[in-house]
T-cell receptor, first 109, second 114 residues
Framework: AQRVTQPEKLLSVFKGAPVELKCNYSYSGSPELFWYVQYSRQRLQLLLRHISRESIKGFTADLNKGETSFHLKKPFAQEEDSAMYYCALRRTSGSRLTFGEGTQLTVNP | DTGVSQDPRHKITKRGQNVTFRCDPISEHNRLYWYRQTLGQGPEFLTYFQNEAQLEKSRLLSDRFSAERPKGSFSTLEIQRTEQGDSAMYLC????????????FGPGTRLTVL
């Protein structure tokens, strides 16, 4: 069975500071990893996926298979980054997503 | 097409009543997923369809829950004999069978069972 763990329920940083949201997973195969974001009063939306290896809104995430981690990072946080972030895993394309419990990020002015 | 839509957005019911939710996916999306989210938790998978076929159901989906997608377009999720523990946000997502199969989520239906 697959499992996703986000150890921090709440994370607070100041504007311009670096931010790292942690995600660890357990799965015996080669999963696909994602970060989803939910801004206040908006629906859940995809932020980035590990296979794309892209930077979205200044965020990056690297899949570390040795540590089974997929931490989300941004060098300079902005107030508009304040949101709930969910790490998610899926076994194969098209299959269900398994989500972590989420981290509420607050970026203070 | 403005994305995945769900109806109703909010539902308050009394314990023991039946409720039905509807999800309209993005046009031409052949996969449709249902998730449930309780306070302080991430979404949990319930079931998914490819076209009209229900391909997987979670063990969370007790026999009081049933989902259908009769024509491979919209889907309904019915909960019979609701319990207070069914109170949650019910999310629907859809995806198109391309390389990424990105799941697009609806706004959810918030169910409160009194």
């Amino acid at each position: 069975a697959q499992r996703v763990t986000q150890p921090e329920k709440l994370l607070s940083v100041f504007k311009g500071a670096p931010v790292e949201l942690k995600c660890n997973y357990s799965y015996s195969g080669s999963p696909e990893l994602f970060w989803y974001v939910q801004y206040s009063r908006q629906r859940l939306q995809l932020l980035l996926r590990h296979i794309s290896r892209e930077s979205i809104k200044g965020f990056t995430a690297d899949l570390n298979k040795g540590e089974t981690s997929f931490h989300l990072k941004k060098p300079f946080a902005q107030e508009e980054d304040s949101a709930m972030y969910y790490c998610a895993l899926r076994r194969t394309s098209g299959s269900r997503l398994t989500f972590g419990e989420g981290t509420q990020l607050t970026v203070n002015p | 097409d403005t994305g995945v839509s769900q109806d109703p957005r909010h539902k308050i019911t009394k314990r023991g009543q039946n409720v039905t939710f509807r999800c309209d996916p993005i046009s031409e999306h052949n996969r449709l997923y249902w998730y449930r989210q309780t306070l302080g938790q991430g979404p949990e998978f319930l079931t998914y369809f490819q076209n009209e076929a229900q391909l997987e159901k979670s063990r969370l989906l007790s026999d009081r829950f049933s989902a259908e997608r009769p024509k491979g377009s919209f889907s309904t999720l019915e909960i019979q004999r609701t319990e207070q523990g069914d109170s949650a946000m019910y999310l629907c997502a859809s995806s198109y069978r391309d390389t990424y199969n990105e799941q697009f989520f609806g706004p959810g239906t918030r169910l409160t069972v009194l």
